[in-house]
């Protein structure tokens, strides 16, 4: 059964067990989907993961694909850490690190439904729709308040909790957003009928 979406307002949903590092210490596609559902708050602020997108360094359409370089190096590192970086000379994202060290993988958190602090991310935001709050990868980190300061600090403290999702998921999977290379492949993971996502994926 599919994890049922409360609207952006209503009472938040009980909080499942907190995800430590270790949780990242795998397989970036099997970290990815395995995110979906879960809570990500950031200073008590943030809301239920339904889209992300899966990073590796054998891709090229990774940051990490050409090897190291002062704006990547956290990818390199330990899982569990955040890799904060902006995105058109406009807007932050934030990547969770995945896999062993120097294996440089990540999961791009793309879309949040809303749950906690709406109103301070509808201040953020300058906007009252729920739905525009947290659907895209920019929009959520302007909601949230993440910056670049915010870069290789762990995700298991902190500003940052992480907390399981509780039930289960229905995810679908489809190829990534906004890329020219390595589009074929289907590494980005959302929840299936969610109204938060930052595109729907295909109807299958």
Same mark, same amino acid.
């Given at each position: 059964? $599919?994890?049922?979406?409360?609207?952006?307002?209503?009472?938040?949903? *009980?909080?499942?067990?907190?995800?430590?590092?270790?949780?990242?210490?795998?397989?970036?596609?099997?970290?990815?989907?395995?995110?979906?559902?879960?809570?990500?708050?950031?200073?008590?602020?943030?809301?239920?993961?339904?889209?992300?997108?899966?990073?590796?360094?054998?891709?090229?359409?990774?940051?990490?694909?050409? @090897?190291?370089?002062?704006?990547?190096?956290?990818?390199?590192?330990?899982?569990?850490?955040?890799? *904060?970086?902006?995105?058109?000379?406009?807007?932050? !994202? +934030?990547?969770?690190? !995945?896999?062993?060290?120097?294996? $440089?993988?990540? *999961?791009?958190? #793309?879309?949040?439904?809303?749950?906690?602090? +709406?109103? $301070?991310?509808?201040?953020?935001?300058?906007?009252?729709?729920?739905?525009?709050?947290?659907?895209?990868?920019?929009? =959520?980190?302007?909601?949230?308040?993440?910056? +670049?300061?915010?870069? $290789?600090?762990?995700?298991?403290?902190?500003?940052?909790?992480?907390?399981? #999702?509780?039930?289960?998921?229905?995810?679908?999977?489809?190829?990534?957003?906004? +890329?020219?290379?390595?589009?074929?492949?289907?590494? #980005?993971?959302? =929840?299936? @009928?969610?109204?938060?996502?930052?595109?729907?994926?295909?109807?299958?």
């Amino acid at each position: 059964m $599919a994890q049922k979406s409360k609207p952006a307002g209503a009472a938040a949903p *009980v909080l499942g067990k907190p995800l430590k590092r270790t949780f990242f210490a795998r397989s970036v596609h099997e970290v990815a989907p395995d995110l979906i559902g879960a809570t990500f708050l950031f200073n008590d602020v943030g809301g239920v993961i339904v889209e992300v997108e899966a990073y590796h360094h054998t891709d090229p359409a990774a940051h990490s694909y050409r @090897g190291p370089t002062p704006r990547n190096q956290v990818m390199f590192g330990p899982p569990g850490f955040a890799y *904060v970086y902006r995105s058109y000379g406009i807007h932050w !994202c +934030i990547n969770f690190v !995945c896999e062993h060290e120097g294996s $440089a993988a990540a *999961v791009l958190i #793309r879309a949040l439904e809303p749950m906690h602090g +709406i109103a $301070a991310m509808r201040r953020r935001r300058g906007l009252q729709e729920a739905k525009a709050l947290c659907s895209g990868p920019g929009k =959520l980190t302007e909601a949230l308040g993440i910056t +670049i300061a915010h870069n $290789a600090v762990p995700l298991d403290a902190p500003p940052f909790a992480l907390y399981a #999702r509780t039930g289960k998921a229905e995810v679908a999977a489809g190829i990534r957003i906004g +890329i020219t290379k390595a589009v074929e492949l289907p590494w #980005r993971y959302g =929840l299936k @009928g969610s109204k938060f996502l930052s595109k729907p994926f295909p109807v299958t």
